[in-house]
């Protein structure tokens, strides 16, 4: 019994006719989807980390209704810095709200729970989870201590020496301290930061993936220096389940590598 779904995080939808950072971010998810329905059409789901549109624009959210419709799979959706609530809500229905009024959900499958968590704060760009959320996801922790869980969320809690550390989740230590009630957290997913990485913060596995926008190069621990946003890669992350090993890999579905020979 193996568990297996991607996330996409950062996909920053705009208009039809425009582009955003000069991208054409509807042509870049379509790519997104194409990979997923040519390598991944097995997996068990999608999660959106957030991030959707980059102006929060009811037209947006209908073109994203429209390009994840192709999708094999089922979709989850969770909401970014970018995100406008209300609008999202009324493009794609009430019922994503959970019970905490945010995008908030809970996915059991094959032995595991994934909690699917929205970080995102109208009027802000860093990420909170408020007190009420926190309450939410300790109770559904205490669910399931007899399982491993997985959390995807759109904001990083855990600083990572670079530029966009000020804008990452505002006050992490109540979410940590939720986690820390777990015995068995695998993952903690972001995007944001439109970057990979992996880290150990506090005990707790965290990672990033770049997702579908542009991505940035680093200056660890340099504030002042300016970072650069970059075409590629157009990352998604897959996710892989089993009883002993949680493992994700990176899928760059616009940037790949070009192809040497096919091993036999
Ligand atoms: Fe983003």
Redesign the pocket.
Known sequence: MTLKFVVM??L?LVREGEVSMTLDTAARLEAAVEAVNARYADADFCVLA??LA?LGEAEAYGRLKTIISQLKIPVHITL???DDRPVFLEAFGAEYAGETGKVDKVIDLKGYRIIILDSSEPGRVDGVLEAAQIDWLTVRLAEAMDRPVIVIL?HNANALHIESDSIRMLEPDAFIAALKTHPDIRQVIA????LTSTAMYRGLPFTTLA?G?YSISFNVDQPGVPFKRLVGPGQMAVVVGTEDRTTVLFEDFIDGNDVIDVAE
């Open positions: 995080s950062d920053h957030g991030d980059d970014g810095n970018h759109h995007g944001h930061v439109h997702g926008h």
